[in-house]
Structures are given as structure tokens and as C-alpha cells.
């Protein structure tokens, strides 16, 4: 992962894989409810009731998933200053995350941080270009 920043225009550029994976996961996901959309359409209830009530349980995930990914994630690469609401941490599962706040609800996730020196520096880094903890 890398991190730009333009001082003129005042503008963050990340270069990492999280754009990629964002469109991956949404497509996998459409592709997965489409899929068990048709799979149930043609589906008889009567003879597979337990098959039909989990596939209509996946679809119902696939479509969760989609929904979040478009709603709360962001995955662009390029942020103006005035965008980003702050530096958020939080700690799921043991591990400290560290995201992008932006003024619109969305986050921006940093998965390539591995152990706590990256994620001390990254932190300083962006405090140092002048984005607040929050």
C-alpha cells in the first residue's frame, strides 16, 4: 500500500488492492443472488423445503452484502482533505483497524496494515498530513 498526498490540490491518493477486492465481492455476491434467484424460481417448495428456505437465506446474504459494499464502504483512490471526516480505530476480533471517516457515512478500510509498527506509523502519517483522530 501507498499513500500520496498533493499538497496544491490537497488531495489523499491511496494505492492499494481494496478497490479490486470491493468490485470482486460485489460481483461474486450479484452473480450468487442471481443464481439462486433462478435456482428458486425453478425450484418446486413442496418437495425441497429445507434446500429451498437456505437458498432463499443465501440470496437474502448475497443481497445484504451488496447493499453494504454500496452503502457504507468506500473503495475509491482518490480523497479530497475536505472529504475525510477523520482517522477511525477500532478493535474487531482482537486485531486494531484502522479506517478512513468520510462526511458522507462511508469508510475506507486499510487491510494491509499486518502488525502494530505499520499501523503506529500509518496513523502518524495521516495525522501528519493534517487528518484528525476521531
Known sequence: MQLEFNKHTRELTIKDEVPMHSW??????AIN?????VQLYTMNYKNNEVLFIFM????????????YYALKRSWKSKYLLKEIEGVE???????????LKLHNGKR????????KEELINFKKTLISMGIKTI
Open 24 to 29: 470482486l465481492i460485489i460481483c461474486l455476491m
Open 33 to 37: 443472488g442471481i443464481n439462486m434467484g
Open 56 to 67: 432463499l437465506l443465501l440470496a437474502i446474504v448475497s443481497l445484504v452484502v451488496i447493499c
Open 89 to 99: 480505530t477500532r478493535n474487531l476480533y482482537g486485531k486494531e483497524r484502522v479506517f
Open 108 to 115: 475506507r478500510s486499510f487491510p494491509a496494515l499486518k502488525n
